[in-house]
Antibody, heavy 130, light 107 residues
Framework: EVQLVESGGGLVQPGRSMKLSCAASGFTFNNYDMAWVCQAPKKGLEWVATISYDGSSTYYRDSVKGRFTISRDNAKSTLYLQMDSLRSEDTATYYC???????????????????????WGQGVMVTVSS | DVQMTQSLSYLAASPGESVSISCKASKSISNYLAWYQQKPGEAYKLLIYSGSTLQSGTPSRFSGSGSGTDFTLTIRSLEPEDFGLYYCQQYYEKPYTFGAGTKLELK
């Protein structure tokens, strides 16, 4: 059974840092891209960041670029999100998600991968407030 | 960014009824559309991807349709465990974006 368990959330002051962890089990962690998705109170879901299966590629939404860093330790089957220079608008529940994918072949460009979130953790709350 | 619009925030229905939840993208996303369910105290659950492909374990009373900009999630013969929140999400391009959600409530 796929399990994703987040930890590391809590209350933090604006401008400070926090590191989230996500312990994965029930699947071969180093075969899958992984992601963080967040949901602010009473707001919708927002994709935050994605990391490739081997950690070689990372992607971020614009609002967290330069402040957040997604990383992984495949030996420990653990995903991380280092959040620096936190702002009140970063207050949200953060979800760890495994990424599934579909592929399409384009004659001139080759194979493209399209990723969705096939398993989610229960989430961890991060509150940025003084 | 691709805006995803779920026109209904709330939908009330009774067990045994069939319901449809719509989702519209601000530009064509082909069929790169996923549907998720959330129930209180539970993790988000992927129901459908590629617009109409059921994720393993999704009951056959769920179906998805659409392509381009307009998509629909249909639930036939509602069961008590189907009441909850439903979100659509495009994965055609980054940033991946979600609809605001439709809450399916017991009438």
């Amino acid at each position: 059974e796929v399990q994703l368990v987040e930890s590391g959330g809590g209350l933090v002051q604006p401008g400070r840092s926090m590191k989230l962890s996500c312990a994965a089990s029930g699947f071969t962690f180093n075969n899958y891209d992984m992601a963080w998705v967040c949901q602010a109170p009473k707001k919708g879901l927002e994709w935050v960041a994605t990391i490739s299966y081997d950690g070689s590629s990372t992607y971020y939404r614009d609002s967290v670029k330069g402040r957040f860093t997604i990383s992984r330790d495949n030996a420990k089957s653990t995903l991380y999100l280092q959040m620096d220079s936190l702002r009140s608008e970063d207050t949200a529940t953060y979800y760890c998600a495994r990424m599934g994918y579909t592929t399409d072949y384009y004659y001139l460009d080759g194979t493209y991968y399209y990723y969705y979130f096939d398993y989610w953790g229960q989430g961890v709350m991060v509150t940025v407030s003084s | 960014d691709v805006q995803m619009t779920q026109s209904l925030s709330y939908l009330a229905a009774s067990p045994g009824e069939s319901v449809s939840i719509s989702c519209k993208a601000s530009k064509s996303i082909s069929n790169y559309l996923a549907w998720y369910q959330q129930k209180p105290g539970e993790a988000y659950k992927l129901l459908i991807y590629s617009g109409s492909t059921l994720q393993s374990g999704t009951p056959s009373r769920f179906s998805g349709s659409g392509s381009g900009t307009d998509f629909t999630l249909t639930i036939r013969s509602l069961e008590p465990e189907d009441f909850g929140l439903y979100y659509c999400q495009q994965y055609y391009e980054k940033p991946y974006t979600f609809g605001a959600g439709t809450k399916l409530e017991l009438k």
